[in-house]
Nanobody, 125 residues
Framework: QVQLVESGGGSVQAGGSLRLSCAAS????????MGWFRQGPGKARETVAARYTRAGSTYYADSVKGRFTISQDNAKNMVYLQMDALEPEDTAMYYC??????????????????WGQGTQVTVSS
């Protein structure tokens, strides 16, 4: 099983930026999907961004498109989520996820077998 550890969360004012990091215990080079999800207070967990590792393509939720960027550094076994122009609605626990199976989708929670413990992001107005 792959261990994933998130870091970089914190409290920031609206309009600010944070960069989340996710360290994987194994090489991310062989992954099929790397994703970021979030769960806000009283809300279901939702997809934020995903990267189709083999294809090199990305997916973003409409709510974060143009503000968030997912990236991957296979040499360091790291995945990042750069979050700019943060809004109070972005307040949530953010989770990193990875999957190494050969599958077509990287967008759904069920596409991932490996999850981190989460890092809290709080955006104040």
């Amino acid at each position: 099983q792959v261990q994933l550890v998130e870091s970089g969360g914190g409290s920031v004012q609206a309009g600010g930026s944070l960069r989340l990091s996710c360290a994987a215990s194994t090489s991310t080079y062989g992954s099929n999907c790397m994703g970021w999800f979030r769960q806000g207070p009283g809300k279901a967990r939702e997809t934020v961004a995903a990267r189709y590792t083999r294809a090199g393509s990305t997916y973003y939720a409409d709510s974060v498109k143009g503000r968030f960027t997912i990236s991957q550094d296979n040499a360091k076994n790291m995945v990042y989520l750069q979050m700019d122009a943060l809004e109070p609605e972005d307040t949530a626990m953010y989770y990193c996820a990875a999957d190494f199976r050969v599958r077509g989708s990287c967008i759904r929670e069920t596409d991932y077998l490996n999850w981190g413990q989460g890092t809290q992001v709080t955006v104040s107005s």
